[in-house]
């Protein structure tokens, strides 16, 4: 079992930067893949990126190359999300989320935290 609490969501102009983290509980974490979603008023929740358990691979949406950065640190069981130049387009609520690496099944989620992008 993977537990997942996110933090760091805001309010921030356009061209602005937020860091989220999000806090893992369980012992499975460090073998886990890690990744974060989003998912905006009336939309449908969509895949922002994810990294694997030993951080090598990452795996960005395209609209969030090069802005958005994914990390982890598997001492400390938390995952980050550094995005920088945020677009009013980028709000939404976040999500963390983790799967087995043997498996495409995101079978843990966090409870979401609220990204605002003013413009």
């Known amino acids: 079992q993977v537990q997942l609490v996110e933090s760091g969501g805001g309010l921030v102009q356009a061209g602005g930067s937020l860091r989220l983290s999000c806090a893992a509980s369980?012992?499975?974490?460090?073998?886990?893949?890690m990744g974060w979603f989003r998912q905006a008023p009336e939309k449908e929740r969509e895949f922002v990126v994810s990294?694997?358990?030993?951080?090598?691979?990452?795996y960005y949406l395209d609209s969030v190359k090069g802005r958005f950065t994914i990390s982890r640190d598997n001492a400390k069981n938390t995952v980050y999300l550094q995005m920088n130049s945020l677009k009013p387009e980028d709000t939404a609520v976040y999500y963390c989320?983790?799967?087995?690496?043997?498996?495409?099944?995101?079978?843990?989620w966090g409870q979401g935290t609220q990204v605002t992008v003013s413009s």
């Open positions: 989320a983790a799967r087995p690496n043997y498996s495409s099944s995101w079978n843990y």
């Open positions: 369980g012992r499975t974490f460090s073998s886990a893949v």
């Open positions: 990294i694997t358990w030993n951080g090598v691979g990452t």
